[in-house]
Nanobody, 124 residues
Framework: VQLQASGGGLVQAGGSLRLSCAAS????????IAWFRQPPGKEREGVSCISRGGTRYTESVRGRFTISRDYAENMVYLQMNSLKPEDTAVYFC????????????????????WGQGTQVTVSS
């Protein structure tokens, strides 16, 4: 199974982008999918996760970002609004077969499959 993230780009502060994560190669149903990001010179951090039980967001993006999933198409989206320069990062999608408690879903150690990153740059 492969995950492929797309949709990154350069946008001005206040603008919007929608990232997409496509799962291909198998009909395996990942129960948990998340978005992570790695800002320049910093460690990777969890942004948002989604399962049939709900969604979770890191505090810095809550109210601005929305994660959604199309189970029929094996797609996960991250709608990013009101972007800020501090959102600049390489964004990755990741998937896991078995759910973990929601309090743990933004921890990268739980994820088995990772897509390549897509660069998001927000100019001030």
């Amino acid at each position: 199974v492969q995950l492929q993230a797309s949709g990154g780009g350069l946008v001005q502060a206040g603008g919007s982008l929608r990232l997409s994560c496509a799962a291909s190669g198998s009909s395996l149903d990942y129960s948990l999918i998340a978005w992570f990001r790695q800002p320049p010179g910093k460690e990777r951090e969890g942004v948002s996760c989604i399962s049939r039980g709900g969604t979770r967001y890191t505090e810095s993006v809550r109210g601005r970002f929305t994660i959604s999933r199309d189970y029929a198409e094996n797609m996960v989206y991250l709608q990013m609004n009101s972007l800020k320069p501090e959102d600049t990062a390489v964004y990755f999608c990741a998937a896991r077969v078995i759910r973990v408690p929601s309090s743990q879903c933004l921890n990268s150690i739980h994820y088995e499959q990772w897509g390549q990153g897509t660069q998001v740059t927000v100019s001030s």
